[in-house]
């Protein structure tokens, strides 16, 4: 597609499941990051993937998150035993070289 | 440790008029800015950026103005229309001239330009 098309663009859970967002990244485009926005609050990086490098996972809050990417496809992150504190949009951008991020709409995330 | 920060969480201008948005930062080590624009329920949407080497960079009504020694910049639309109404987003980055380049933001101002 032309942009980063994140799924689902919603997703209510219960506290202490699990839960699964998908990101597809603009063809082409070798990094992929992804951010999230809690309310009232920036957005803060999570992790960050460029190719077949080790991913930079120093933004990840905590063990119950995990993030993967084959290649320059298709990227999933997983929040295992959500927290009501998750709740947040997830952004996922992805960018074709030094500059120019492209964002996705975001999946809003509420743990209830 | 807020090392991107809007203070102003709204600004409500008039049409026609301009908008100032303001940003300070704390890390020197940033050398690259940029300022993103959200409408609700969509991506941000990247809008300028400047690059610590320059003071000032223009693209049609936006304009974005770096002060290195007061670690401030802010950007300037004029003339203000109804539609620049959306959350504001100042971000930097302190590795422009590398492949890693996350970027920190700020909590973002909340433009409405009134017609």
């Known amino acids: 597609g032309a942009g980063v098309s994140q799924s689902p663009s919603n997703k209510v859970t219960e506290k202490g499941k699990d839960v699964e967002l998908r990101c597809d990244p603009i063809s082409g485009h070798t990094a992929l990051y992804w951010y999230r926005q809690r309310l009232g609050q920036g957005l803060e990086f999570l992790i960050y993937f460029q190719g077949n490098s080790a991913p930079d996972k120093s933004g990840l809050p905590s063990d119950r998150f995990s993030a993967e990417r084959t290649g320059e496809s298709v990227s999933t992150l997983t929040i295992q035993r959500t927290q009501q504190e998750d709740s947040a949009v997830y952004l996922c951008?992805?960018?074709?070289?030094?500059?120019?991020?492209?964002f996705g709409s975001g999946t809003r995330l509420t743990v209830v | 440790d807020q090392q991107v920060k809007q203070n102003s969480p709204s600004l409500s201008v008039q049409e026609g008029r301009i908008s100032i948005l303001n940003c300070d930062y704390t890390?020197?080590?940033?050398?690259?800015f940029l300022w993103y624009k959200k409408y609700p329920a969509e991506g941000p949407t990247f809008l300028i950026s400047i690059s610590s080497i320059k003071d000032k960079n223009e693209d049609g009504r936006f304009t974005v103005f770096l002060n290195k020694s007061a670690k401030h910049l802010s950007l300037h639309i004029v003339p203000s229309q109804p539609g620049d109404s959306a959350v504001y987003f100042c971000?930097?980055?302190?590795?422009?001239?590398?492949?890693?380049?996350?970027?920190?933001f700020g909590k973002g101002t909340l433009l409405t330009v009134n017609p």
């Open positions: 971000a930097a980055s302190a590795n422009s001239g590398g492949s890693n380049y996350k970027l920190t």
């Open positions: 890390n020197s080590m940033f050398d690259y």
């Open positions: 951008a992805s960018k074709p070289g030094r500059y120019g991020y492209t």
